[in-house]
């Protein structure tokens, strides 16, 4: 365990607790930053909600969530009794502005034992409904005044609609200012995510290529095995498109189409992407049809299990019209990418579990080689790989050995794993140490979330309006409907296959 600090002291208020999303995903994250030496030498964990316990009973049930879900697996007893040592409870009640004048002073009297003023991370892991009672539970308490060290951070889905978000987003900047608000995804956490931009603008090579003389499509594709397993309650009221696309998606949409920045600056990336937004062709109520297709998935089989149809899943409407899979046809109308299709899909209980962007290039001008030595077995395409694999393939055609002129498809490929013999960090611990000291490039700004309800508003009115008829329409295991298929083979393309593994 290294010790050197490299972030100011740290107050770090964690709502919600005793929820699954602590559990599971930000105390781990906090245990390895502590292990990788990236937490302040003052450090507290403070677990905040409902629950009666004491601080030794929370840091049991964040032992046994680190143990399961970190990914260096159980912490050895030296660094977890350190670490524990850091971690207190407080109950408190969203509704009560007594709970939050006893946080205040909680707060105070660390500061004023440590004879310092610490930041503070007021981190938000509940449900939706409770962001607008704590901020301003917070802001009756006098704690978000400090415009400088005080920050709050917020988790998706930042409402279920244009309207809701804004009404949640007017809520929380009434108490806070937008430098103070994080709107965290996770997403934008990942190494291969972030390398996309020094892919771009740190290499001559792609650059130069990387417009629509050269491009024939984009794909972004994420899609996983799973189903909605216990989450049907939540998954019923929300969808692929809320899901994963609303923010998941259309951040490597701008990540891929943006122009260059400027600085490595978080205003002036963000901006870089707002710009990107702002491009995007709207989509009418009355070309819906034209620009996106979704599905449902139906029984089926994937690695040799037989598993149920998504309105057999716990929790689900056995008439849903909810939907698991979820394509749009896109359309970047600036210089760079005018006529560029952007395809985007997204679903669950699909063929595998991947998440990739292929770059696919158009094919040469004029066609040198016959037909019969095999040109068009594969199109050449830039493969940036997220998920199950880290890393970049450039796919391309070379010709055999042997003195027949014969072409076939080879890949150049790049691993992060292999390339730096180490182990990439999660996602929320990058994020999360990146709220610590204040860089805000990895998080959304709130006009980003607004234009991109915007833009999916028409398909959700339109999808809401006009229950799918063929629900459920692709059988688990499949890669998706045929409407899917249908929307791109309107233009005379067909999806990229996936770049798996020992593929």
């Known amino acids: 365990m290294k010790t050197t600090p490299n972030t100011q002291d740290t107050l770090f208020v964690l709502f919600g607790a005793g929820g699954d999303l602590s559990w599971r995903l930000i105390v781990p994250a906090l245990f390895n930053l502590f292990l990788d030496g990236h937490l302040p030498e003052r450090f507290l964990l403070l677990g905040v909600d409902r629950a009666a316990i004491d601080d030794a009973a929370l840091a049991e049930r964040f032992h046994q969530g680190i143990t399961q879900y970190s990914r260096r697996g159980v912490p050895d007893a030296n660094s977890w009794r350190t670490f524990s040592s850091l971690i207190r409870h ?9 709970d939050f004048t006893r946080l205040a002073d909680t707060l105070a009297a660390h500061d004023t034992e440590a004879g310092s003023q610490a930041e503070r991370v007021f981190y938000l892991a509940t449900p939706p409904a409770l962001f607008a009672p704590i901020a301003r539970g917070l802001g009756a308490a006098g704690l978000a005044q400090d415009r400088e060290h005080v920050r709050i951070v917020v988790e998706k ?3 279920h609609d244009l309207a809701s978000f804004q009404a949640i987003n007017n809520a929380l900047c009434s108490i806070f200012t937008e430098a103070q608000l994080f ?5 934008l956490g990942k190494e291969t995510v972030q390398n996309i ?17 050269y491009v024939d499509h984009v794909t972004i594709t994420v899609t996983e095995t799973l189903g909605v397993e216990k989450r049907g309650g939540y998954y019923e009221n929300a969808g692929a498109l809320r899901d994963m696309v609303q923010n998941h998606l259309m951040q ?7 122009e260059p920045p400027v600085a490595y600056d978080a205003d002036d990336i963000r901006n870089k992407k707002m710009d990107v937004l702002h491009a995007l062709r709207p989509i009418t109520p009355e070309t819906v049809h034209e620009f996106a297709a979704r599905g449902q ?16 899943e716990p929790g689900v409407d056995p008439h849903s019209n909810t939907e698991t899979y979820a394509a749009l046809k896109l359309y970047v109308d ?8 952007f395809y985007l899909r997204t679903g669950k209980r699909l063929a595998a579990d991947v998440s990739e962007i292929s770059i696919r290039f158009r094919d040469v001008p004029h066609r040198s080689f016959p037909a019969s030595v095999g040109l068009n077995t594969q199109p050449v395409r830039l493969v940036i790989q997220m998920h199950p694999e880290q890393g970049i393939v450039l796919k391309f055609m070379a010709k055999e050995p042997g003195s027949q002129l014969r072409l076939r498809p080879v890949d150049m490929r790049f691993s992060y794993k292999e390339a730096f013999q180490t182990e990439a960090p999660a996602a929320y611990e990058t994020l999360l140490r990146d ?19 915007q833009l999916l508003m028409p398909i959700l009115d339109v999808w809401a309006e006009n229950p799918a008829p063929d629900f459920p329409n692709y059988a688990a295991g499949a890669w998706g409907p045929e409407s899917a298929e249908m929307l791109i083979a309107q233009d005379g393309k067909s999806w990229l296959t996936p770049t798996l593994p020992n593929s």
């Open 334 to 341: 600036n210089w760079r990418w005018q006529d560029v299709p």
């Open 90 to 98: 407080q109950r408190l009640d969203a509704d009560s502005a007594q």
């Open 183 to 187: 709107r965290i995804d996770h997403f």
């Open 297 to 312: 998935y139906a029984e089926g089989w994937i690695q040799g299990a037989h598993l149920p149809g998504y309105r057999d």
């Open 435 to 453: 709220v610590m000291i204040g860089d805000a490039t990895l998080f959304m700004r709130a006009d980003q979330v607004e234009a991109a309800w």
């Open 197 to 213: 931009l020094a892919m771009r603008f740190a290499n001559p090579i792609f650059e130069p290529i990387w417009n629509r003389r």
């Open 157 to 159: 889905p930042l409402g």
């Open 252 to 258: 490597l949409l701008c990540l891929v189409a943006m």
